[in-house]
């Protein structure tokens, strides 16, 4: 009778620091077994590196990302004159207690 395994879910920060390991010329079985994935999974995200390198490359920071939801939020409202700096939305969430969570994939 065999076990499945729990489902684990790795940042994309992991799965970096993972290919990085198999370049080093780690062991593909001691790897899996400290991220706590299959050895299946590690040749997988190895296989994949050159997508997730890509994906990395050209994701948008947190920055970016919510000072351009702000400026179309202003837009819809239909401000015309707003000034959004990044130190103003950072005081705005350090008030009201808003954090953007960290992004796996």
């Known amino acids: 009778m065999s076990t499945t395994r729990k ?6 920060k992991q799965k970096l620091e993972m290919c990085i390991l198999v370049e080093r010329g780690e ?25 997730l390198t ?5 994701m ?3 920055s970016s990302r919510s000072s ?4 179309k939020k ?5 401000i015309d004159n707003i ?8 005081n705005f969430k350090s008030r009201h207690g808003i954090r953007e969570p960290e992004i796996h994939g």
């Open 74 to 78: 202003a837009i819809k409202l239909g």
């Open 83 to 90: 000034v959004a700096s990044s130190g103003c939305l950072t």
């Open 7 to 12: 489902r684990k879910v790795l940042s994309l």
């Open 27 to 51: 062991l593909l079985r001691k790897i899996a077994e400290s991220f706590g994935v299959g050895l299946f999974t590690v040749s997988d995200i190895y296989r994949s590196r050159c997508q």
């Open 60 to 62: 948008d920071t947190s």
């Open 54 to 58: 890509d994906f990395v490359s050209h």
């Open 68 to 71: 351009r939801k702000s400026m």
